[in-house]
């Protein structure tokens, strides 16, 4: 087998890997970076020309992981796209979004090259597009060699998946993202236990050790006090969220909270794309019951909808939860604009749950000390750094010491390691090597054919 990881900057963004087996050629993936706009921030797409590619498989709906997919099947007019029931679901919503998206950043900074498909093309391509039941396997020919590929649950986020692959006397196994822990609107990951002659495994927390105390039920208790410290004394408490997975978990954490006298009664705001991912949630429960989530969550929770024009700089006269896209405080979303007005005034608080990259906004202001200055750019506002900014860990990626237990009990002869910045590799080849002595280990270098 031949591994060929196509995201040319490495680490964590354009996430695609090109995968040889026998006379067949697969393609895992094809996101987008976020943080390079424009051609630079997708997959080499040029190894993949005159190459027959046999099948693209999407892992999960993450724009890191699908933005390119569209401009993949361009290119690739006869390849069929695997994935999940679910994240067949989401894939379509995900994509228009990121249309938008790309239109709007055209207009604003003429970005080459943007969009990089259009809405029409979208429609065009979503027939090609296949779902495939968790459990299930599917056999695929190449012109001499047959493969046999199964879908298991990743936790993550709905529709993630983990591949295990049989050619021949073979078992090949692809984690993708994992979360072994169950959320509220989601199993955890259900792996098969036992031997696999490779296991391609992701490193995203290989950095980050878990401090005692910071588990996910501690950390969701944390997050509840602190919202209602924050509305009891007369502040607004923002969570910027992810659409995809997070604002939907938030959303019946908060549900479960309040139904049980946890959390204080005050207005509840939500805005962005994960509104809309509620409904196919809600579509998601009742079709293949992937994930556990009912639009009465939003209507329990009276949500109200934010005005369309959010005044920079200025913060909110009646205390309130505000749950707001983007996650990462990305430049002129709704949770930038309030957190321009809000971070000067010490009652408020600004509470991240999930990953911040350190580029971004958000990852700017974790890093950042109070009373510090703090300029959003963006709108021209500068504020002192007043209100409170925490962290709460309920991370969509495993623990590092998880998904090694996973690797050593499955005696892998070979590891290949991915979706990880450099210092969370280094930690993933130390620990194999040293307690997988007779397993090699391979950390691909982008764009170079690796055989393993």
């Known amino acids: 087998m031949n591994i060929t990881d196509l995201n040319r900057h490495g680490g964590i963004g354009a996430n695609s890997m090109l995968v040889q087996i026998g006379d067949l050629n697969i393609l895992i993936d094809a996101g987008l970076n976020p943080k390079r706009p424009g051609l630079e921030g997708i997959p080499d797409l040029a190894s993949l020309r005159g190459v027959r590619l046999d099948l693209i498989i999407v892992t999960h709906c993450h724009l890191d992981h699908i933005g390119s997919v569209p401009v993949v099947m361009r290119d690739h007019p006869n390849t069929p796209v695997l994935m999940t029931e679910a994240s067949r679901l989401i894939i379509e919503k995900m994509l228009h979004n ?3 998206v790309m239109q709007r950043q055209k207009e604003e900074k003429n970005i080459p090259g943007y969009p990089l498909f259009t809405h029409e093309e979208i429609d065009r391509l979503a027939p090609r ?13 190449g012109k001499t060699d047959e493969i046999e590929i199964m879908f ?11 591949i295990e692959v049989w ?36 490193t995203t927390r290989g950095a980050t050790e ?60 939500a805005a962005g794309l994960g509104m ?36 920079p700089g200025k913060n909110p006269t009646q205390p309130a939860l505000y749950i707001l896209a983007s996650g990462m405080l990305v430049e002129r979303t709704p949770s930038y604009m309030l957190a321009s007005g809000m971070l000067g005034h010490a009652r408020n608080t600004i509470g991240f749950v999930g990953y911040c990259d350190p580029d971004t906004p958000g990852g ?7 009373g510090e200055d703090f300029v959003f750019d963006a709108v021209n506002v500068k504020a002192k750094i007043n209100a409170r900014v925490e962290r709460f860990e309920l991370s ?18 070979s590891i290949v390691l991915t979706h990880g910045d450099p210092d969370a590799r280094a930690w993933f080849t130390a620990q194999i090597t040293e307690r997988m002595p007779g397993t090699t280990v391979t950390d691909p270098v982008p764009l170079a054919l690796c055989e393993v």
Do not use: W
């Not at 597009?129 to 056999?139: C, I, P, S, Y």
């Not at 979360?179 to 296991?199: I, K, S, Y």
């Open 152 to 162: 298991h649950r990743a936790g993550h986020v709905a529709g993630a998946a983990a």
């Open 210 to 269: 878990r401090q005692e105390g910071k588990e996910r039920v501690n950390e969701v208790a944390r997050l509840i006090n602190s919202i209602n410290d924050t509305i009891q004394r007369g502040g607004s408490f923002l969570l910027p969220v992810f659409a995809l997975g997070r604002m939907q978990e938030i959303l019946s954490i908060f549900h479960d909270a309040r139904r049980f006298g946890r959390l204080v009664e005050c207005p509840i705001y």
């Open 129 to 141: 597009m296949q779902g495939l039941a968790f459990g299930r396997k599917k056999k695929f020919r």
């Open 98 to 100: 990121s249309a938008n």
């Open 276 to 311: 809309a991912i509620a409904d196919i949630f809600d579509e998601i429960s009742r079709k293949t019951k992937d994930v556990q989530f009912s639009r009465a969550v939003l209507r329990e929770l009276k949500l109200k909808p934010m005005p369309r024009q959010i005044e």
């Open 364 to 370: 700017a202001l974790l890093a950042a000390k109070h």
């Open 396 to 413: 969509g990626h495993a623990d590092r010491e998880e998904l090694l237990q996973y690797a050593i009990q499955t005696q892998a002869r």
């Open 167 to 202: 050619h021949k006397h073979r078992q090949i196994f692809f984690t993708g993202d994992v979360l072994f822990e169950n959320q509220r609107t989601l199993q955890g990951a259900q792996f098969p236990a036992g031997h696999f002659d490779t296991v391609v495994i992701e």
